[in-house]
């Protein structure tokens, strides 16, 4: 009977040795199985990140980037029965400013395009244009390091049709003609300096800067006009150096601004009376079509008017952006 028992017990524990041999060979083995697979996921990986870098070799880099703006703007204001008086009137402005630039490796060329045309009627008056502008300007730059560029400039500055000394008479083409397609028309050219800290802000420096003036108008061709020496004169020539800057930036998520500064000099002539022209521009966006315009423009030109010339406006109506 002893020796059953004791037959069981080696029996059991023979057993029960055997199944733990076995159930710690299954978890050494789970082991092995999970680092070859870890290690077969990370190759795959790997490889996958080859092929991608591969690819990415072929894929076609965009050197051109286009942002622009299109603007509608509205003002309106009625009057009836008004005991405290007031005057009809309606205004559309149209604008588009688009940024075309080109940049690969050490060289990128920057092109600006302005077109603006606004007018408003007034009860009983001949509708007056109220904005006119065609401004076009390209900029080549070749890199000198992070933040300096050496840079060609040249610019074209006009209006579309002829304006009118409003302030003389309050119907429009009854009063002094002041301007015309290309009376003035504006071309410069200068060699210079461009600096880029990053996209926000720009500054230039063009100490050999030319300016050119054309009044192509006959009737605006008097001496005096736009620096003209004399009657029938249509051409101004002027070298100087020119400087400026732009800024823009967000005040809020739907509120952005950009400002800019333009100097000229003269060397030729009265060197001490600069050219200044500031502009600046506030977006205050309602919705993805809708939005609010303020713009304010500040010029002093010793050859067009010994005063400086404000222009101002406010409005509402549809903008489109393309970024």
Not at 92 to 114: F, H, S, T
Request: net charge positive.
């Amino acid at each position: 009977m002893k020796n059953t028992l004791l037959l069981l017990s080696f029996l059991v524990i023979g057993n029960f040795c055997l199944a733990q041999s076995d159930s710690i060979q299954s978890k050494e083995s789970l082991e092995f199985e999970k680092k070859r697979l870890s290690s077969t996921i990370k190759k795959f990986q790997d490889s996958l990140e080859t092929v991608k870098g591969e690819l990415n070799k072929y894929k076609p880099v965009k050197y051109w980037k286009i942002r622009g703006t299109n603007s509608l703007i509205f003002n309106q204001s009625s009057f009836s029965n008004w005991v405290a008086g007031g005057l009809n009137s309606m205004g559309l402005n149209a604008r588009v400013n688009y940024n075309i630039d080109y940049k690969k490796g050490n060289n990128y060329v920057e092109n600006k395009i302005i077109l603006g045309y606004g007018v408003q009627a007034n009860a009983d008056q001949k509708p007056k244009k109220t904005e006119d502008i065609i401004s076009l300007s390209s900029t080549y730059g070749r890199k000198l390091n992070k933040k300096w560029y050496a840079t060609a400039n040249a610019t074209f500055l006009t209006q579309f049709v002829e304006g009118f000394d409003y302030d003389a008479t309050p119907n429009a083409r009854d009063g002094e003609q002041i301007s015309n397609f290309m009376a003035p028309g504006y071309v410069t050219v200068g060699l210079g300096f461009n600096y880029n800290p990053n996209d926000n802000f720009q500054a230039y420096l063009r100490p050999a800067s030319s300016k050119m003036t054309f009044v192509t108008d006959e009737i605006l061709q008097k001496k005096g006009n736009y620096g003209l020496k004399n009657d029938g004169d249509s051409f101004l020539f002027e070298l100087g150096a020119s400087a400026g800057a732009t800024h823009k930036g967000k005040i809020s998520s739907d509120v952005a601004f950009i400002h800019s500064i333009n100097l000229f000099s003269n060397y030729l002539n009265h060197a001490e009376r600069v050219d200044i022209f500031y502009s600046a521009e506030i977006d205050m966006k309602i919705n993805k079509f809708i939005s609010s315009q303020f713009t304010i423009n500040l010029l002093y030109d010793h050859d067009q008017i010994k005063r400086t010339q404000l222009k101002q406006t406010l409005g509402v109506g549809f903008a489109y952006n393309i970024e």
